[in-house]
């Protein structure tokens, strides 16, 4: 089991950045992969951007792709996300999110992840 406990969201102008970072901890030595999923009220939960923990590879949503940047440390157990060029249809509450041991179905998916941290907010003034 694995935990994972966000922090860095906040409020920025549109056009502004911000990092979000997540520290992992528990059986870190089973993990395959690490994502950043959001949330806005009364819209689904969807995928921003994934990181396979060994490797590095990087899958980003199509939305984000150019703007965020995903990132990991192995040796401290943390999963960053480089947010730049934030628009108005990025707020919402974002997740880190765990996945435990080998997987190659679709990392896209919140289904495969098992490690959820409590999120947290980001707001984007116009």
């Known amino acids: 089991q694995v935990h994972v406990v966000e922090s860095g969201g906040g409020l920025v102008q549109a056009g502004g950045s911000l990092r979000l970072s997540c520290v992992v901890s528990?059986?870190?030595?089973?993990?395959?992969?690490m994502g950043w999923f959001r949330q806005a009220p009364g819209k689904e939960r969807e995928f921003v951007a994934s990181?396979?923990?060994?490797?590095?590879?990087?899958y980003y949503a199509d939305s984000v792709k150019g703007r965020f940047t995903i990132s990991r440390d192995n040796a401290k157990n943390t999963v960053g996300l480089q947010m730049n060029s934030l628009k108005p249809e990025d707020p919402a509450v974002y997740y880190c999110?765990?996945?435990?041991?080998?997987?190659?179905?679709?990392?896209?998916?919140?289904?495969?992840?098992?490690?959820w941290g409590q999120g947290t907010q980001v707001t984007v003034s116009s």
């Open positions: 528990g059986r870190t030595f089973s993990l395959y992969a």
């Open positions: 999110a765990a996945r435990v041991g080998y997987y190659r179905g679709n990392l896209r998916s919140p289904l495969p992840y098992a490690g």
């Open positions: 990181i396979i923990w060994s490797g590095g590879s990087t």
